[in-house]
């Protein structure tokens, strides 16, 4: 069924996709829809790499497409801008919350300090302990550092300010 | 060569540095000496490579001949490069990619810093990009030449060989020549001659925490710009380029 788009249909889809290394962060939480807008009938979707090499944006577009096409609207358009850069400021408090639940820190502060260098504190998703210790700044994925708990000694994922 | 044609080649010197780099970082996977350093060469590899699609796939589009990012990376021969020689040396043992990862880090970070405020807007958008993961690149590559260096007598001498091994390399990344200065002239471009201060500086700095000394070594090599390399790039290109080379435009 070919349904009439308006912005607020297209909007609840792309609250339906979600990040395929993160399943529990919708790509709106992670702040990669830039905008949604309607050029006469047909909706407008602006989208923005997380890192420069990610692999998961090309599944991120195929998967924009299938939720929008599998919601009757089959006829849009999807530009990728790179400025301004991404940046983990973006994160909605939903997509916080919910990277916590998953068993993932959530980014800590601004961009702007990690990026001079401070050491943020970052809490444990597993215990709530601020006793914490940097293992790498680079993790399973390009967006997260390994850390682990001094209080529960269980290593977790850190979700790194960009 | 006229003003596009020059921009093309700047695109490439720089979309070519970050593939080459992240090609041979690419090697350490499951090479590495420990796994949370397998992850991060490999993920520091995979920032490179998507800086070189950003640029490539630019470069293609100033070119307007129908060569895309893929075309560029694949289809080109070691003459047609621009990489600098630092990047396509071989990563002999760890210290010595250490080594050219710090060197290059710290060019690439003032470069792009400056690069930001170019009068182009998509290559100014790619370098505020880039210049984000640039900064956890050079913060791993300085922590671990400061590591090896102060580290024990061995990693100390095996850090200072490698930091020698590579100093005749880096004199070419503050070289300028005609296209370099068209671009400045036009604002595009950095004048990378001026950032050599600020290297040095940061270099010393790092080197000085990491007991360690900087090299005195008379030679130096140059030559990318006009696409005459070492010999490794052609071994480089080999494995690289295979797939396509044997089935030419082969898809996923």
Redesign the interface.
């Known amino acids: 069924m070919v349904v009439t788009a308006d912005i607020e249909k297209v909007t609840s889809v792309l609250e339906m996709v979600k990040d395929p290394e993160i399943p529990v962060l919708s790509i709106t939480d992670m702040g990669i829809i830039r905008n949604v807008e309607m050029k006469g009938d047909r909706p407008s979707i602006t989208i923005t790499p997380t890192y420069s090499g990610c692999p998961a944006m090309d599944v991120i577009e195929e998967d924009i497409t299938i939720m929008l096409k599998l919601h009757g609207i089959e006829d849009f358009e999807l530009k990728t801008e790179i400025s301004p850069a991404w940046t983990t400021d973006w994160m909605t408090a939903e997509g916080k919350r919910k990277l916590r639940e998953f068993g993932i820190a959530p980014p800590e502060g601004t961009s702007k300090s990690a990026l001079l260098g401070h050491d943020p504190v970052v809490t444990c998703p597993l215990c709530g302990s601020k006793e914490t210790t940097v293992v790498s700044e680079f993790g399973s994925t390009a967006c997260k550092a390994q850390y682990r708990c001094t209080d529960c000694l269980e290593p977790f994922d850190y979700f790194k300010c960009v | 060569m006229t003003e596009k044609e020059m921009l093309v080649d700047y695109l490439l010197r720089l979309g070519d540095n970050s593939l080459i780099l992240?090609q041979r970082l690419a090697e350490w996977c499951g090479h590495a000496p420990i796994l949370?350093?397998d992850?991060?060469i490999t993920?520091?590899g995979?920032?490179?490579?998507?800086?070189s699609?950003?640029l490539l796939t630019y470069a293609g589009e100033v070119e307007g001949k129908g060569r895309d990012e893929d075309k560029l990376a694949f289809h080109r021969d070691t003459m047609a490069w621009r990489n600098f020689l630092l990047l396509e040396q071989p990563n002999g043992d760890f210290a010595k990619t250490m080594a050219r990862q710090m060197y290059f880090d710290a060019f690439q970070y003032l470069q792009y810093e400056a690069l930001s405020k170019s009068s182009d807007?998509q290559l100014?958008?790619?370098a505020?990009?880039?210049i984000?993961?640039i900064?956890?690149h050079r913060?791993?590559s300085s922590n671990w030449v400061i590591r090896l260096g102060d580290g024990t007598l061995e990693s100390h001498d095996k850090m200072q060989t490698a930091l020698n091994e590579l100093w005749g390399f880096v004199h070419e990344m503050f070289d300028m020549d005609d296209v370099d200065n068209a671009m400045l002239a036009k604002g595009i471009g950095v004048d990378v001659a001026a950032l050599r201060p600020a290297w040095d500086q940061y270099i010393e700095e790092v080197l000085a925490e990491a007991t360690l000394s900087r090299p005195y070594v008379t030679w130096s090599v140059r030559g990318s710009r006009e696409g005459k390399h070492s010999e490794h790039l052609g071994y480089i290109l080999a494995e690289m380029q295979f797939l396509q080379r044997a089935y030419p435009d082969a898809k996923w």
Do not use: C, F
Not at chain 2, 46 to 51: E, F, N, R, V
């Open positions: 992240g949370e350093e992850l991060a993920n520091i995979l920032d490179l490579l998507g800086q699609r950003l807007p100014a958008g790619i505020t990009k880039s984000k993961e900064t956890y913060r791993h």
